[in-house]
């Protein structure tokens, strides 16, 4: 492999360990981050260290029960100083158990310095909203609620923000097809010319109950299937070798 | 001189309105035209080039296309009220120009010819009451379109221009305080007299009239009823093809007889600069009316020429101009000028 | 007793003034806001998704599509984040050339943002004017890039072509006329009356609300928060040029109307001197064809794109396709700020504020 080492602070864990990307200390353990020494220091069962971004950044890992804690700790401390949530977002480990991951991406005004939180969150779970902390948070756990389907507790209004309110499906997972839920019929036109009921859309079409299901999107049925999870296909696609 | 009632009231200004009518709609074509191209080179652009050589043919097709156009009326509408309003505007604009002094008489086959059409002596007053008419035109027009958004926009555009209309008045007042009649040709016969166009006399009024005139008119900046980038589009949402022609007929008929009213007030009418002056008596050469034309084409183009350069104002600072500004700065010129003419009667009487 | 109702109002998402497909529902006490919800989503295409199915280099026309306003920009940012999980090098020339681009699609997307914003408001000659400038502009990156809008300008590694011949000079010569361009939008608007008074107090933020709403940009920048990531984080060749950051203490939209102003004129500065600092050299660092980066390297690198924090967010997995690719759009987390900005105003100031928050949709909804 031609790509070189990432700077300095991140580990490099072996290649190919594609199912469980959680940073392993692959040497000796280099000496915590100033911000992370600080972090353990007052919560030092709550918080786990996990190593640096590509960037140097420290990532540090914490359990759903103390997070709102410790994000609030690193919002008002006076040696943090996190005021500003610059991004929020889940990501979907599909076989790691707690399925997912949420992310926050905090960042000091102040004090220029940045730093990462992860939480475990499995599916059906939630993990506490932190929207009275930062109040940009709302909308970013509104779309990883979207894309995701990861439940924020206490949000004010967790509702779909990028798909329709009946939209059934997480896209951003990855069982979620690219295609989306019905791969033989998108559109209602389709189905018309399917059945050859109509050449002209006209007002006041009345559809049968069948070419509503399978016309409607968002509805999981009729024509599509989800493959069984044994003979799912791994996160590495080979589409990038064709055109 | 072989003027009779007949041909003094029935034939000539018969004859002056059939030219007004037939050469006005083509007349409000080629105002639109200039608009556009103004508003082009200010803009930085070119304006209409396609149809005809520069674009001027632009207003025959503009005007074929208008004329083509299926006539819809909405289905909820007040189908009579809905015909009758633009017609309303148009008339009453039409109906306006006929005060105005338009020319220095002149004596064709024996009769004498008056070129204003009806010239009474309280023309200023009739002017400004049959302008005021057409607000009644914008209300019917948004209330039969039967729908809540052009009704607010009409109803907002009619608040306006009653307004503004105040202002205008207690304006006018200021002059015609000096010039002691209400009568239109006695006014540049007055203005004859005295030696100076009233614009220097009256300044503030002259500035007071012309920002009145603009928000009458409904034109940028303060056109908020009917700009496309608010919520309404106006009180002419619902009216498309010929009917929506004669608003903007209407509009700029407006536009005309309101810079014609200036001009009369305060810039002499269809007389030369310098009138009393023998020296330039050569400029007699040029008749009154195309002086006439002149003024009233320069504040045309500034109709315009303001368009393509203010952003437009909010309605409730609209509202609240008209109201706490220019009404009380009118008044107090209007008090100023009977001040001033006071103590100029008592110093030389 | 006459009872009073709030009144529901639906504002897009087709309206001439809300830059895209936005819908605003707005609950109204007469004409006063009480309530703005924005609604979003009609735009959403599912960037993120596509992301993952695709290699680094094949991500980059996506990043095109989504501030479609700013491309440059938008490519920068996932390019150097792919380049920092990669650890990829960039050569010199590239680092001035991406600058000096990213620099000028700055100046083109604040122009057309002046001209929409001042047209919305009723100066209708603005957007003529601002257009005008930014056609110059889109010449330059067709000539150099090969497409006006979607520019898709770089690849990880450096840039994908060279500049070519005439074009440093040409763009030089754009830079000593263009600020008396900006004089001439100053003469129009700035001591305007009527734009003083449809813009002065109207979409208030404070600085501590919007550090709090996670605002950026000139919107952060005119509440008086100095944050601007070409200073505090350099990145490309930013710690190489001189220029100033633009700040305000008003808070309000004339304040980002006169910060936008400012950034115009040091864009140019910095476009000055990136291209008359050009180096000579390769246009490219050694990277391979095929970008396989090892699982477990991630970054969230951000950049200062014209509308605020441009951030990327992308986790690798040992593959040549990305695990998970996050845009933190700048649009989408200032648009949420607008319940706040427009409580108590009257409708007619909605259009100032959004022209004044200068979204794109296809940032906001990806």
Known sequence: MADEKPENGAETPPAGAASTPSENEAAAPPPPHPLVSALLARFPSAVQEEGADAGGDPIVRVGAGDLLEVLGWLRDDAATRFDYLADLTAIDWTERSPRFDVVYHLYSIAKNHRLTVKVGCADGEGVPTVSDIWGTANWHEREAYDLYG????????????????????????????????????????????????????RGDYEMTEKERELASPGIVGALWTPKPPAAAEPETSDESNES | MNNTPLSDFVVIPLILILAILLIFPLLVGYIVYVERK?????????????????????????????????????????????????????????????????????????????????????GVLALLAVMSLSTYSIVLGGWASNSKYPLLGGLRSAAQMVSYEVALAFTVLATLMIAGTLSLSGIIEAQRQSGLWYVFVQPVGFVLFIIAMVA?????????????????????????????????????????????????????????????????????????????????????????????????????????????????????????????????????? | MLKTRDMELNMGPQHPSTHGVLRLVLTLDGETIVDCKPVIGYLHRGTEKLCETRNYYKNVPFTDRTDYLAAPNNNLGYVETVEKIGGYEVSERALYVRTAICELSRIASHLIWLGTHALDIGAQTMLMWTIREREVILDFFEAALGDRLTTTAFRPGGLRR???????????????????????????????????????????ISAEDAIDMGLSGPLLRASGVPYDIRKVMPYAAYDKVDFEIATSNDCDSYARYEVRLKEMRESVKIVEQCLERLPEGPISGKVPRMLKIEAGAEAYHVIESPRGELGYYIIADGSDTPYKCKIRAPSFVNLQAITQMVKGLLVADVVTVIGSIDIVLGDVDR
């Open chain 3, 162 to 204: 060279d500049l070519p011949d005439g074009w440093v000079k040409a763009v030089l010569g754009f830079c000593k006329t263009f600020p008396d361009r900006v004089d001439e939008y100053e003469a129009l608007l700035t001591k305007n009356r009527i734009w003083i008074d449809r813009t002065v107090g109207v979409g208030v």
């Open chain 1, 150 to 201: 990861v439940e924020f507790l206490g949000h004010p209004e967790l509702e779909r923000i990028f798909l329709p309110e009946d939209w059934e499906g997480f896209p951003l997972r990855k069982d979620y097809p690219l295609e989306g839920p019905n791969l033989e019929l998108l559109t209602r036109q389709q189905a018309a010319f399917r059945g050859g009921r109509f050449d002209r859309i």
């Open chain 2, 38 to 122: 103004v508003l082009a080179f200010i803009q930085s652009r070119l304006g209409p080039m396609r149809v005809g050589p520069w674009g001027l043919l632009q207003p025959i097709a503009d005007a074929v296309k208008l004329l083509t156009k299926e006539d819809i009326a909405p289905r909820t509408a007040d189908v009579f009220i809905f015909k009758i309003a633009p017609i309303i505007l148009l008339v009453v604009g039409l109906t306006a120009m006929a005060f105005l002094p338009m020319g220095e008489g002149f004596t064709a086959f024996g009769y004498d010819v008056s070129l204003s059409i009806v010239d009474v002596n309280v």
């Open chain 2, 216 to 349: 009458e008119t409904n034109r940028l900046p303060f056109d908020l009823p009917e700009a496309e980038s608010e919520l309404v589009a106006g009180y002419f949402t619902e009216y498309s093809g010929f009917r929506w022609s004669f608003f903007m007929l209407g509009e700029y008929a407006a536009m005309v007889v309101m810079s014609g009213l200036l001009v009369t007030l305060y810039l002499g009418g269809w007389m030369r600069p310098f009138p009393n002056v023998e020296l330039l008596g050569f400029l007699d050469l040029i008749p009154g009316f195309t002086w006439f034309v002149l003024k009233v084409g320069f504040f045309i183009y500034f109709f315009i020429w303001i368009r393509g350069t203010y952003p437009r104002y909010r309605y409730d600072q609209l509202m609240g101009l008209g109201w706490k500004v220019f009404i009380p700065l009118a008044i107090a010129n209007l008090f100023a000028t009977g001040l001033a003419l006071l103590i100029i009667d008592s110093v030389a009487g």
